[in-house]
Nanobody, 121 residues
């Protein structure tokens, strides 16, 4: 497994922007498909976005398409989530996740501790 640490959360007004960062440990980061998830109080953890290991193929939840952008820098062991045009319903704890080493599908095996994003109306 890979160790993940998120940062960049905070309080922002509706319509504003935030950039979340996720730092990963180890020398095999480029072999992990990475993703962002979020969990609001009383809700399950929901998929937000993912990015493939080396060719940068991305997927997004319908609710964030056109507003959020996931990216990665394999040289720095980092994955990012740029969030624009934020809405109050984006308020949640955001988690960085990783699939198993070399996997393209399957369970998300590694998680960070989460970072709180609060969007005020």
């Amino acid at each position: 497994q890979v160790q993940l640490v998120e940062s960049g959360g905070g309080l922002v007004q509706a319509g504003g922007s935030l950039r979340l960062s996720c730092a990963a440990s180890g020398r095999t980061f480029s072999r992990y498909t990475m993703g962002w998830f979020r969990q609001a109080p009383g809700n399950l953890r929901d998929f937000v976005a993912s990015i493939s290991r080396t060719d940068g193929i991305t997927r997004y939840a319908d609710s964030v398409k056109g507003r959020f952008t996931i990216s990665r820098d394999n040289a720095k062991n980092m994955v990012y989530l740029q969030m624009n045009s934020l809405k109050p319903e984006d308020t949640a704890v955001y988690y960085c996740g990783a699939l198993g080493l070399g996997a393209t599908t399957g369970p998300w095996e590694s998680w960070g501790q989460g970072t709180q994003v609060t969007v005020s109306s």
